[in-house]
């Protein structure tokens, strides 16, 4: 490997990355558990009963003092978004409140005692590409923002496409945060999703700003902004524009996707949606007169989805929005789900906690920053992250849009086709071996049956995620369309 993402002077340079993970910072662990995550995605990324299926095996455990109260509550039929018939928006909404007591308190999530004692109440939207996962499969992340911020989390679960298109999931979000509105100051109130969960957040205080007011009396009454939000790899841009895209593709788990020019997007009706910034929030542009609430970003710097992130920061940051973007070293999508074992996990939430808990960071300071992967995880201050999305930029305008993600990448790097990478020798000796195997030429109608990963035993490894250790084949190719690489 050439190196590992290293900056100079508070600047970024991804050019030195080895053309495949694992990254330098990845202990052997955590290397098995993307592999493993990796295989599971792509095997559900072609159906949707089957992903649904591995999505809905068992609820995230919890500790014995977490305690988890189902709720349902009302749609709002005085939200009538664009699009929306009154049919769409009756019914009711399962949620569960997820709380951690701390020593000096017994008190229920929900009750009016600590709404007057001005507790936070945090909003939480999970991930999923709209279309999988639920409030249980987020436990892992909920019930420690309600143990790190000492206040509730509400977790709602909204409806899912394609049964329920845009804007179903939005209206739904509206309706929770009116349902908190009932017991809460609007600053009380936090925002926290992640990836298209963060995109529903953002798309939620977009429309607060642009179209925020219900009908009280026959009187329309503004919607409030919240006090804060959070947002973890949102996904902001459904049409899949930005460089990190491909770029990032070797060391995230999020498997490539289909493009939509001859079948309509799922999470929309028509594809003519896919740049509403309701739908993706990036291509939205600021407001002179009308503000967002302050916002955190936090976003891997080796995941799919980190471009969108930056642009988005950038654009709203210039035009004088309070919005702070945090860039986690060598972190896939939502690393935040990895608690269980990655420190900087943990102290993402933790920063996360912090920052709801004041609205925005109490002392101004840099807004765009990079947590390092190593203890103590120094934060160090970043002067211009945009330089990173101008490099891809420019490497991909000389790729036409029939050039595999491969081909991208591997000139992007500019590091050696085959290298092997050796997994804390002190520890386990030779076991894992990843070898990358370039073909020249290969049909598009042989890329499904040629791309594979063979697990392979070397010696014996007991780990939660994986009964047997691992050599991974990874067959990339030189000419097969963007669309069709898996």
């Known amino acids: 490997m050439k190196g590992n993402g290293d900056g100079r002077d508070g600047e970024l340079d991804f050019e030195g990355r080895a053309v495949q ?8 662990s955590f290397a098995i558990t993307l592999a493993a995550l ?11 009963n089957l992903a649904r299926r591995l999505t809905s095996l068992g609820a995230v455990p919890t500790p014995m003092k977490c305690r988890i109260t189902k709720i349902r509550m009302p749609r709002r039929e005085d939200v009538l978004l664009e699009g929306m018939s009154h049919a769409d928006v009756s019914g009711s909404i399962t949620a569960e409140w997820v709380s951690y007591p701390q020593p000096s308190e017994n008190v229920k999530p929900d009750s009016a005692s600590e709404s007057k004692r001005k507790k936070k109440v945090i909003l939480y939207c999970h991930g999923g590409a709209y279309f999988v996962c639920s409030r249980k499969t987020h436990r892992g992340i909920t019930w420690r923002l309600a143990k790190y911020s000492s206040s509730p989390v509400l977790v709602i679960d909204y409806r899912l496409a394609p049964e329920h298109p845009f804007p179903a999931a939005l209206h739904d979000v509206l309706s929770a945060y009116l349902f908190l509105l009932e017991s809460y100051s609007p600053d009380q109130i936090g925002f926290v999703g992640d990836s298209a969960g963060g995109g529903l957040c953002l798309a939620a205080l977009l429309w607060i700003r642009d179209h925020g007011g219900i009908n009280v009396d026959g009187v329309t009454q503004p919607v409030p902004m919240p006090g804060s939000a959070v947002l973890f790899s949102p996904w ?16 995230d788990y999020l498997p490539a996707v289909p493009q939509h020019n001859a079948a309509c997007h799922y999470y929309v009706r028509s594809n003519d949606l896919l740049t509403n910034p309701l739908v993706s929030p990036l291509f939205a542009e600021p407001a002179n007169d009308k503000q967002l609430c302050p916002i955190l970003i936090q976003v891997g710097d080796a995941e799919r989805l980190r471009d969108e992130a930056i642009v988005f920061w950038k654009k709203f940051s210039d035009a004088g929005a309070d919005i702070s973007l945090e860039l986690y070293e060598d972190q896939p999508h939502v690393f935040q789900m990895f608690t269980f074992s990655l420190p900087i996990a943990r102290l993402a939430l933790r920063r996360t906690a912090t920052y709801l808990q004041h609205n925005g960071w109490k002392e101004d300071g840099h807004r765009s920053v990079r947590v390092r992967n190593r203890k103590p995880h120094p934060v160090v201050a970043l002067s211009n992250p945009f330089h990173v999305v101008q490099r891809g930029q420019l490497l991909m ?15 992007a790097m500019e590091v050696e086709v085959v290298h092997t990478k050796e997994i804390t020798p002190a520890v386990v000796e030779e076991t894992v071996e990843i070898e990358i195997a370039h073909t020249k030429e290969i049909t598009t109608a ?7 990963i063979k697990v392979v035993h070397t010696k014996e490894i007991t780990t939660a995620v994986v009964e047997e250790a ?16 898996r």
């Open 446 to 452: 042989v890329v499904e049956e040629t791309v594979e």
């Open 397 to 411: 305008k000389r790729h036409t849009p029939e050039s595999s993600e491969a081909t991208v990448v591997e000139e």
């Open 236 to 251: 902001m841009d459904l049409t899949h524009s930005q460089p990190s895209w491909f770029l990032n593709a070797p060391y």
């Open 470 to 485: 691992v050599e991974m084949v990874v067959v990339h190719t030189k000419e097969i369309t963007t669309g069709q690489v």
């Open 38 to 48: 990796r295989a599971l995605v792509a095997r559900g990324a072609g159906s949707l």
């Open 21 to 28: 993970g694992p990254l330098p910072t990845w202990d052997w």
